[in-house]
Nanobody, 119 residues
Framework: HVQLVESGGGSVQAGGSLRLSCAFD????????MAWFRQAPGKEREGVAS???????IYANSLKGRFSISKDNARNWLDLQMDSLKPEDTAMYYC??????????????WGQGTQVTVS
């Protein structure tokens, strides 16, 4: 049973920081892609950052330099460090992973989300 559980969301003032964490189960293959997405009210879900199977990371252009994705395989955590937060970063943030390690595997597993509010 695939489990992804986000934590760390909350309310913060503009310019502040938050660190989101996603706990994943120990049976998660090491080479699947994992990522953070977000969805603001009335907007479509968008990709925030992903961690590729080769260890590289990809960020949404507008977030480069402010957000950082990392993975701790020993603790089974996927983290998202968010700095210099802006009101437009307000959204529900979701952790996701691909169903497999093949290049065509889609993000088929999702967490319940954690709310981030920036005022």
């Amino acid at each position: 049973h695939v489990q992804l559980v986000e934590s760390g969301g909350g309310s913060v003032q503009a310019g502040g920081s938050l660190r989101l964490s996603c706990a994943f189960d120990a049976y998660t293959p090491a080479n699947v892609r994992m990522a953070w997405f977000r969805q603001a009210p009335g907007k479509e879900r968008e990709g925030v950052a992903s961690l590729e199977s080769d260890g590289s990371s990809i960020y949404a252009n507008s977030l480069k330099g402010r957000f950082s994705i990392s993975k701790d395989n020993a603790r089974n955590w996927l983290d998202l460090q968010m700095d210099s937060l802006k009101p437009e970063d307000t959204a529900m943030y979701y952790c996701a992973r691909t169903t497999g390690s093949d290049w065509y595997s889609g993000f088929g597993y999702w967490g319940q989300g954690t709310q981030v509010t920036v005022s």
